[in-house]
């Protein structure tokens, strides 16, 4: 029957599965014999789910190609899952191109905050921007990191500072989410730096006391859904006990804990974020010993962010340690006015050159352990059968050119693909 399954992908060089039991995540050792398949084929389903994938020839005897709406022949290609960008700041109003000429000359990230530039320039600009304006460039960010290869991402508010902003920044989200082709984890992050003419205690506060029963009450009445709960904890912005006080408050009404940590100075985040039970942590440049074992414990996911540790000149995260301790591993593209960078592909390069990890361990990174730290590792992350079928087909014979040709995903991505639907074609791709 005509139009029974959305989609077969046929004939792949190779399917790239990451993982086919289920698993939440991988551990190094998971992450070292990564699931794949030779001259393999996949189906998926009209609700956009993964119905069967195996071997070409056994797909070829179960299916007429008479059912599917559609038909690509992968021969000679590589198939793999959508990525997952695990932390993202993509709403906001203004550049800071000129701030990056200051790194440059040998400005640190807080040399630039207090002389009244980073987040609170950005800020600046995104109370100013109207809804629509927001709409406009997130929209077109969102279409950027779609094309190159990423099918969910976390998108994080936190350039407001005061509800309104960061009320409009959420509803923009909300919107993106609602009409775009693209999986998005929404997160509430208020707590991105102290507003001016605040304290941190009285900042924390006012969004204990107004801003969170504000998103309850709005999701409740289902204008807005927010995942996750964020805090900027670090010295000169949000203390421990702070932090401890807005995750919790967040924690209670129902918001995964996923925060920044330990980025610029030591504060014991890793061990807080372990004892409040978070989600994930991100950042993590300054980890102790002692939080990189309560996280391994507590099941916390690291998202580690190469790119920033890239262009602000920070020391590396401790990848390697962290995956010898049992952590899990994931990351994200920190893509900010601070961090330009959306493609995913530069991410897990970045990771395997600057942070020492295998080509392996970035790309699981990259997809089951990033979903993982946004809590939704049992629909994505891999390709196992009832996923969502997030597909991504790179015009190569080995899956490694995606990590390898550095800056090269613009050309070697041929099909992104959301729940079966091709999203996007890439008209300029070359055979080799």
């Not at 599965?17 to 001259?39: I, P």
């Not at 991504?392 to 090269?408: A, K, P, T």
Request: proline share 2%.
């Amino acid at each position: 029957m005509a139009g029974e399954h959305r989609l077969l992908l046929r004939n792949a060089q190779q399917l790239v599965l990451v993982c086919t039991e289920g698993e939440k995540y991988l551990l190094q050792a998971g992450m070292h014999s990564l699931a794949l398949l030779r001259k393999a084929s996949l189906v998926i389903g009209t609700d956009g789910c993964v119905k069967a994938v195996g071997h070409a020839d056994a797909i070829h005897q179960q299916f007429s190609d008479a059912s599917f709406e559609k038909i690509i022949d992968c021969s000679g290609k590589c198939v793999l899952p959508g990525l997952v960008d695990a932390h993202t700041h993509p709403v906001w109003a203004g550049d800071r191109v000129h701030e990056f000429a200051m790194k440059l000359a040998g400005d640190s990230y807080m040399d630039i905050h207090q002389a009244g530039g980073g987040i609170h320039f950005t800020v600046e600009h995104t109370q100013r921007a109207s809804e629509e304006e927001l709409f406009s460039t997130f929209k077109h960010r969102l279409l950027r990191m779609l094309r190159a290869g990423t099918t969910l991402v976390e998108c994080k508010s936190g350039y407001g500072l005061n509800l309104e902003t960061e009320l409009k920044m959420l509803k923009v989200i909300e919107r993106a989410r609602r009409l775009l082709d693209i999986n998005i984890s929404s997160t509430y992050c208020g707590a991105h730096s102290v507003p001016k003419g605040k304290t941190a205690t009285e900042a924390t506060d006012d969004i204990i006391i107004n801003h969170l029963p504000k998103l309850k009450e709005l999701d409740l009445n289902k204008e807005i859904h927010v995942n996750n709960i964020d805090v900027f904890c670090e010295k000169g912005v949000f203390d421990l006990n702070c932090t401890r006080r807005i995750l919790q408050a967040g924690k209670n009404m129902g918001l995964q804990i996923n925060f920044h940590g330990d980025e610029l100075h030591p504060m014991k985040s890793a061990e807080l974020g372990a004892e409040l039970g978070a989600q994930a942590i991100s950042h993590l440049e300054e980890i102790s010993d002692e939080g990189i074992s309560a996280m391994a414990r507590a099941k916390c996911a690291a998202v580690l962010l190469p790119t920033t540790a890239y262009m602000l000149r920070l020391k590396q995260p401790q990848a390697r340690k962290m995956l010898k301790e049992g952590v899990i591993v994931a990351l994200g593209s920190d893509f900010n006015p601070n961090a330009y960078c959306y493609s995913m592909p530069m991410v897990m390069h970045l990771a395997c050159v600057n942070m020492k990890m295998s080509m392996k361990e970035a790309l699981v990174a990259a997809t089951i352990n990033a979903a993982y730290a946004l809590g939704r590792s049992n629909t994505h992350g891999s390709i196992e059968i009832g996923k969502e079928g997030d597909i991504i087909i790179i015009n190569s014979s080995r899956w490694e050119h995606l990590i390898y040709q550095f800056g090269g995903h613009q050309e070697l991505i041929e099909y992104v693909i959301v729940k079966g639907k091709v999203i996007y074609k890439n008209e300029r791709v070359m055979g080799y």
